[in-house]
């Protein structure tokens, strides 16, 4: 009798043991992994990422730095006073007249006096400099909108891999106990001469490759972990499928005009473009006078002695270039270049802009084709397994029958698995490209960063001793221990 006359003749004992574990597998998606995955939602690992990005933190300083360079050139407009004081010893040896030898005298003098300096007008050159530190601030603080929209899709793109590679690990599982229980009837079936050692090894050889993909998708799942800990913060822990997508309702045309006016890397060359102008009209005031009110009061007091004098002196003061071997010219033509450059880069990112949002929404397309056939490849396959299933309880399948059959069935619920992962990460790779995947647009439960809040405590360069300072002093102890 050869194998395939075997498996016909004797159908019911091989297909009663195999059908629990074939089923198990079948229902692995749809049953047991939703069991095991109810703790952790999509907007809690968002909330994680924000308030855990190191990355965030760092920009965050950085726009403080460039809130304190506004600080800096509003100094600049400020009466400018220094202090200084010395003690110098002077001597003298002088041949002595008449007679022999020489005669020697020292004196000590202590000296200590104070210079004030107030910028009275500089042909609006420092103003301009204030206004080029301003929009250095407002694109630093675009950078950081945009910092905080890689952090949070990051989160997404971690948070769906772990869900992702968690299923694939229980369909791996499934499908290895399926495999095994399949090798031991191969076997028990060979035993009593029912079938030959060729399906033995063929039962062997598929468990073999079982156990290699479910060594690859633990694998896989391990790396999925780590990031998730880089992206979110903290080990994740049951997550659950997110309820819904988020709402995308525009059209490709209309979702590239929102970019193109809201997109954070945008608005920050834009930025860079008026700092650059106001630039040029700064090197230009440089070459211009500068009119200054000075005033200086010191005293001298020889030390030892009694002589004892005090001075001081006000006035205006006028200065200007006459030459300076080209320094300044070259300066201008300096600032008009990165002008030129800046336009530059703000057509070549607008460009860019519009073509991530078209090519986010050609992936987001993409991804719901992928998942509605990857929905009726389940459907087909499922109804394909059935099929084989009682055919095989007439005996008109073998048992590698239903195993292909069931494999099948496998091979399309990851791909649905990996489908729905990507539809997801599609979504919100579109609302990164719009520039609107922000803790406020997703309507996070987090305390939103304030970029203006230290700028208006720093903007007018408070000293510290008063009372601004002294609130900026807390400001800074509080950031210190974070």
């Not at 910028?119 to 250095?136: H, N, W």
């Amino acid at each position: 009798m050869n194998n395939h006359t075997a498996l016909r003749c004797q159908p019911g004992a091989w297909l009663k043991r195999l059908r629990p574990m074939i089923l198990s597998t079948a229902l692995a998606v749809t049953v047991a992994a939703p069991q095991a995955l109810q703790a952790e939602s999509l907007a809690d690992a968002l909330v994680s990422a924000y308030n855990n990005s190191g990355l965030l933190e760092q920009n965050r300083a950085l726009l403080r730095a460039a809130d304190e360079d506004v600080a800096a050139t509003v100094a600049a407009l400020r009466p400018i006073i220094n202090w200084s004081t010395d003690i110098t010893r002077s001597f003298s040896r002088v041949p002595a007249v008449p007679g022999p030898g020489n005669r020697s005298s020292g004196i000590t003098n202590a000296n200590a006096g104070i210079t004030a300096e107030l910028l009275l007008y500089d042909f609006g050159r420092t103003p301009l400099q204030i206004s080029v530190a301003k929009e250095a601030v407002l694109a630093t603080r675009q950078t950081l909108i945009g910092i905080e929209q890689r952090v949070l899709l990051r989160a997404v793109q971690a948070y769906m891999d772990v869900q992702r590679n968690t299923r694939f690990v229980a369909l791996r599982q499934s499908n290895v106990r399926v495999i095994g229980e399949s090798l031991r009837a191969a076997r028990d079936r060979f035993e009593v001469g029912e079938v030959t050692r060729t399906d033995v090894a063929q039962a062997e050889a598929r468990l073999s490759s079982a156990q290699s993909g479910l060594a690859a998708a633990q694998g896989d799942l391990a790396q999925a972990i780590e990031e998730f800990i880089a992206a979110v913060g903290h080990k994740p822990s049951r997550l659950l499928q997110p309820p819904h997508l988020p709402t995308i309702s525009r059209t490709v045309d209309s979702a590239k005009s929102v970019a193109v006016r809201h997109h954070p890397d945008i608005l920050k060359v834009q930025h860079d473009v008026a700092a650059a102008d106001l630039a040029i009209l700064a090197a230009e005031a440089a070459m211009k006078p500068r009119i200054t009110l000075n005033g200086s009061l010191g005293v001298r007091e020889e030390l030892g002695g009694s002589s004892f004098s005090q001075q001081g002196s006000f006035g205006i003061r006028a200065t200007g270039p006459i030459y300076q071997g080209g320094a300044l010219s070259s300066a201008k033509r300096r600032a008009m270049a990165l002008r030129d450059a800046q336009r530059g880069v703000l057509h070549v990112t607008s460009l860019g802009v519009r073509q991530n949002v078209g090519n986010a929404y050609a992936v987001l397309r993409a991804a719901r084709a992928v998942m509605t056939s990857s929905n009726d490849e389940v459907s087909a396959a499922r109804v394909a397994f059935n099929g084989v299933r009682e055919e095989a309880k007439l005996g008109a399948r073998t048992i590698l029958d239903v195993l292909n059959a069931e494999q099948e069935l496998l091979n399309a619920q990851a791909n649905q698995i990996s489908a729905q992962a990507d539809v997801y990460i599609a979504a919100y790779a579109v609302l990164s490209s719009m520039g609107q995947l922000t803790a406020r647009d997703l309507n996070l439960a987090v305390q939103s960063y304030d970029p203006a809040a230290y700028y208006n405590l720093v903007k007018t360069a408070p000293v510290s001793s008063s009372k601004q300072g002294k609130q900026l002093d807390r400001v800074l102890r509080a950031l210190g221990k974070e």
